[in-house]
């Protein structure tokens, strides 16, 4: 099994990140198939091969991701693919 850990600064207020983590879900779910919950300030998803969270907390998210062995020659993609989300998800809401 392989791991990707990212952890980012961002300037949004806690209501904010937690829109901008959901719309990022909602995009990876009706991408890619993924099941998704809120358990506090976590966002729990997974599908067959993946699972992870987004945590955020002020003025950091914190993205970890466990990938199946199947998934593990993607993990470099994966990664990209992830932080690209992030910067676009995250600058959409923020308002600086």
């Not at 998803?45 to 992870?52: K, L, Q």
Request: hydrophobic share 40%; aromatic share 8%.
């Amino acid at each position: 099994m392989s791991h990707i850990a990212i952890h980012r600064a961002h300037s949004l207020p806690l209501d904010q990140a937690r829109q901008a983590a959901e719309t990022l879900a909602t995009q990876l779910a009706a991408r890619y198939e993924i099941s998704y919950h809120w358990q506090d300030d976590a966002l729990h998803f997974e599908r067959s091969g993946v699972s992870g969270c987004i945590e955020l907390e002020p003025g950091t998210v914190r993205v970890n991701v466990r990938l199946g062995f199947l998934l593990v020659w993607q993990k470099t993609w994966l990664e990209q693919e992830i932080n690209r989300q992030l910067d676009e998800v995250f600058q959409q809401v923020d308002p600086g």
